[in-house]
C-alpha cells in the first residue's frame, strides 16, 4: 500500500465514521419521535423544525456535562471501555462490501464474528470496573444473554457459509441475484432478526438495562461523555445488525436504493417492537436461546452440509 492508497482510505474511513455517527442521531430522533407516536404525544418537536436538531443538542449536553468518576473505582478500565465499544462497533462497519472497495476483504464473515465477540468484554469491563454490585449485576445478565445468543448467530453464518462456500459478505450480493434467500430460509431470517434484538440488547430483551430491578444495569455509574459512548456503541450496532439482515436475507444489493430502504424499515422494526413488547422473564430469554434457536439453527447446518455433500456427489 503506497501513500495514496494509505490516504484515500484514511479519508474514507473518515467519511464512513463521520456518516455512521450521523445516522446514528437520525435513528435517536426516528426512536423518540415514534415511541411518542406510539404513547399519542409529540417527542421532540422544539429545537430546530420539527425537533430536527434534538441529537445534536443532546449530544452537545452530553458531552459538555461534568463527568464524574466513582472514588474506588478501576479509574482506567472504566474510562476507556465505553472508547472501546464504539471502537469495536465502528471497526464492524469494515466488512460491509462498499462500491469504493474501502475495506472489501475476503473473510469478512469471520471478522465480523470476532468484532461481535469482543463486545462481550466492552460491556464486562464496564459493569466490573465501576465497583458498583448494580452494574456487576447488569454486566452479568447482559453477558451471558450476549455469549448464549452468539452461538445461534454463529451457525446460522456458518450454514450460510456452506451455501455460498466463501467467506464475503459480497458473495451474498451474488448469490441473491435471481431469489432472495428470505424465500429459502425464511425460519432462520427470524430467529437471525430475534438474535439481533437480543445480541444489541433491545426491548424484549434489554435486561443489561432493567431499569426497574437494576438501575439501568452495567452503565449505572456512567454520565456526560461516558453514557454518550455507550449510547452511540448500542446504536451504530442497531444499524449495523439491520444492514446485515438486509445483505444476507433480502438481496444485499449496495448499489440500489432499494436496499438502504429495507435498512430504514428494519431499524424501524426494533423501534416498533420496543413501543410495543414488553420485557420477557429472564429464564424465558435463555430457554428461548438454548432450547428453541440452538436446535434449529444446527439442524439447518446439518442439513445445508447435507444438501452441498449431496450436490457435490451428484456433480462428480
Known amino acids: ?60 449536553k452530553l458531552f ?27 471497526s464492524s462497519w469494515m466488512i460491509v462490501p462498499y462500491v469504493t472497495n474501502l475495506c472489501s476483504f475476503n473473510l469478512s464473515v469471520l471478522f465480523f464474528l470476532c468484532c461481535i465477540s469482543f463486545g462481550v468484554y466492552g460491556i464486562m469491563i464496564a459493569g466490573w470496573s465501576s465497583n458498583s454490585k448494580y452494574s ?39 448469490f441473491q441475484k435471481f431469489i432472495w434467500f428470505m424465500f429459502l430460509t425464511f425460519p432462520l431470517m427470524l430467529i437471525w432478526f430475534i438474535i439481533c434484538l437480543a445480541e ?35 446504536y451504530a450496532s442497531i444499524l449495523l445488525m439491520s444492514m446485515l439482515f438486509s445483505m444476507i436475507f433480502m438481496g444485499g444489493n449496495l448499489f440500489s436504493v432499494f436496499f438502504y430502504f429495507i435498512v430504514v424499515y428494519i431499524s424501524f422494526l426494533f423501534v416498533l417492537i420496543r413501543g410495543t413488547l414488553p420485557r420477557l422473564r429472564y429464564d424465558k430469554l435463555m430457554d428461548l436461546s438454548w432450547k428453541s434457536f440452538l436446535p434449529v439453527s444446527l439442524n439447518y447446518l446439518m442439513f445445508f452440509l447435507s444438501l452441498k455433500l449431496f450436490f457435490h456427489v451428484i456433480l462428480i
Open 136 to 174: 456487576l449485576l447488569g454486566g452479568l445478565r447482559s453477558i451471558v444473554q450476549t455469549i448464549s445468543y452468539e452461538v445461534s448467530m454463529a451457525l446460522i453464518l456458518m450454514s450460510f457459509i456452506f451455501l455460498i462456500e466463501n467467506y464475503s459478505f459480497m458473495e451474498f450480493y451474488y
Open 64 to 90: 459538555s456535562k461534568e463527568q464524574i468518576f466513582p472514588l474506588i473505582s478501576n479509574f482506567f478500565l472504566y474510562y476507556f471501555s465505553p472508547i472501546f465499544s464504539l471502537f469495536l462497533v465502528l
Open 1 to 60: 500500500m503506497n501513500l495514496k492508497e494509505l490516504n484515500l482510505f484514511i479519508l474514507g474511513l473518515s467519511i464512513l465514521i463521520i456518516s455512521v455517527m450521523v445516522g446514528v442521531a437520525f435513528l435517536t430522533l426516528l426512536e423518540r419521535k415514534l415511541l411518542g407516536y406510539f404513547q399519542i404525544r409529540k417527542g421532540p418537536n422544539k429545537v430546530g423544525l420539527m425537533g430536527i436538531l434534538q441529537p445534536f443538542c443532546d449530544a452537545i
Open 200 to 234: 444489541t440488547n433491545r426491548s424484549p430483551f434489554d435486561f443489561s438495562e432493567g431499569e426497574s430491578e437494576l438501575v439501568s444495569g452495567f452503565n449505572v455509574e456512567y454520565s456526560s461523555g461516558g453514557f454518550a459512548l455507550i449510547f452511540l456503541a448500542e
